[in-house]
């Protein structure tokens, strides 16, 4: 790869971005964070020459060279030996480096009501191994959830030692609002509220050198599909999903991160307001979006509701879908409206964070080709006199979130690689031979 399309200017920009006076009077904070930089830009870029990563980020040769040397001595890249025309032309190889996909692991973790599911994640992107183990959750405990977890902690540190990696952290998602103190402040669907579930995990067992946190399954789920988007990835993308289990979700990415907010509480587009004055939502409050594009709101609408009592929800969102692809006149309607109401809170939203991509999951993916000409013409006012937003469907399906949690649980990695030790010479070795 002789160019790194769209990455130099942004590169470039972070590389000399720094808080006032202090990774200025600290040249190891400043060192760790351009390490991260060519940590990211080999992630989302492949293999690069030395000097890509010199066009990419301003650096001057030495430095890359010093650089790249510094994160193979903690075993996350590697040289590879390029092929391609201009090698041949030179008459020797080129040297070519790139990131060692599977240093760095993270278990995503998900918790339903009968079992815990984990799945080991490598910072490329690839599953390494899957497994679950039956929970037993009375409403508002955790039951044995903590220990089940560990477990599957133990099991991926196993795996993680069997490849020579290191097992970086534990994300478990979790339905509802989590703060950045990692509590989970409510969950309605286990009747959790204010619950230290890391501080019962670590207590279960799990070492405090893998982090553990706790985020909400569709912020992990937006950060999944944001990363699933072609290069150059949307600024600031708007994810909202709609699941027959947990209602609407949804989560806001700027800058290729979760916008968590002061607190943690940020990103809930579920609960934006669409009219002060109306329904009730589970949150509390009156008129969310949630209240309105919701299983149950847009079930009742479409007549649907006795299917759900008898075949479950889930069965009865399928079988709304059947009957749009029907065309079938009252779901049309239902889906129609759905479309308006969701474009006029994300109208709101686009004045505040100015989206350049909406993505939608879970059920409302299946349904965009209906949502979207009400959304568009909600968003109109906007998005003819400023700029346009463009609504895809999520890539990734009921996989989003796990494949979020792990990406989300890499990223300290990725922003300080220092935090992975150097490999032990004789490892170094072993590897080279
Ligand atoms: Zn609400």
């Not at 019962?200 to 950060?223: F, S």
């Not at 290729?256 to 934006?272: K, N, Q, T």
Request: hydrophobic fraction near 45%.
């Amino acid at each position: 790869m002789g160019t790194v399309p769209g990455a130099g200017r942004d590169v470039a920009a972070h590389a000399v971005a720094r808080l006032p006076g202090e990774a200025a009077a600290d040249p190891s904070s400043l060192r760790s964070h351009n390490l991260g930089i060519v940590m990211r830009l080999l992630r989302d870029h492949g293999t690069l020459s030395r000097k890509d990563i010199e066009h990419a980020t301003g650096m001057v040769p030495a430095s890359v060279t010093n650089l790249v040397a510094d994160l193979h001595d903690r075993g996350l890249v590697r040289d590879v030996r390029g092929g391609g025309s201009e090698v041949r032309r030179r008459g020797r190889p080129r040297v070519m480096v790139e990131a060692v996909p599977d240093r760095c692991l993270a278990l995503a973790v998900r918790i339903e009501r009968t079992r815990v599911t984990g799945e080991l994640h490598s910072s490329a992107g690839h599953l390494l191994d899957s497994s679950s183990r039956g929970v037993t959750l009375a409403w508002g405990q955790p039951g044995d959830v903590a220990h089940a977890i560990a477990e599957l902690v133990g099991r991926a540190q196993q795996r993680a030692a069997e490849h020579g990696a290191v097992l970086f952290a534990c994300i478990v998602t979790m339905p509802g609002p989590v703060g950045s103190d990692n509590r989970i402040a409510d969950t309605a669907e286990f009747g959790w509220g204010h619950l230290g579930l890391v501080d019962l995990i670590h207590a279960a067992g799990v070492p405090a050198a893998v982090r553990v946190e706790v985020v909400n399954d569709a912020n992990a789920a937006a950060l999944a599909e944001h990363a699933a988007l072609p290069m150059p990835r949307p600024a600031v993308m708007l994810y909202v999903e709609g699941s027959a289990a947990t209602g609407v979700g949804g989560g806001v990415i700027a800058d290729g991160r979760i916008l968590e907010g002061g607190r943690g509480y940020g990103g809930e587009l579920g609960h934006v307001t669409v009219d002060w004055r109306g329904r009730s939502c589970a949150c509390g409050a009156n008129g969310c979006l949630a209240a309105y594009l919701g299983p149950e709101a847009l079930l009742t609408s479409a007549r649907l509701t006795d299917l759900a009592q008898m075949a479950g929800r889930q069965a009865a969102m399928d079988e709304l879908r059947a009957r749009l692809d029907r065309g079938e006149k009252r779901a049309v309607d239902v889906a129609l409206r759905a479309g308006d109401i969701l474009g006029a809170a994300m109208r709101s939203v686009y004045d505040v964070v100015n989206p350049t991509a909406l993505v939608l999951g879970g059920y409302l993916a299946g349904m965009r080709r209906w949502l979207e000409p009400g959304i568009q013409m909600q968003l109109a006012p906007r998005t003819e006199r400023l700029a346009p937003l463009a609504i895809e469907s999520g890539r990734l399906g009921r996989r989003a979130g796990l494949v979020g949690a792990a990406r989300h649980g890499l990223t300290p990695m990725f922003d300080d690689p220092t935090l992975v030790p150097a490999v032990r010479r004789d490892d170094a070795v072993a590897e080279g031979a």
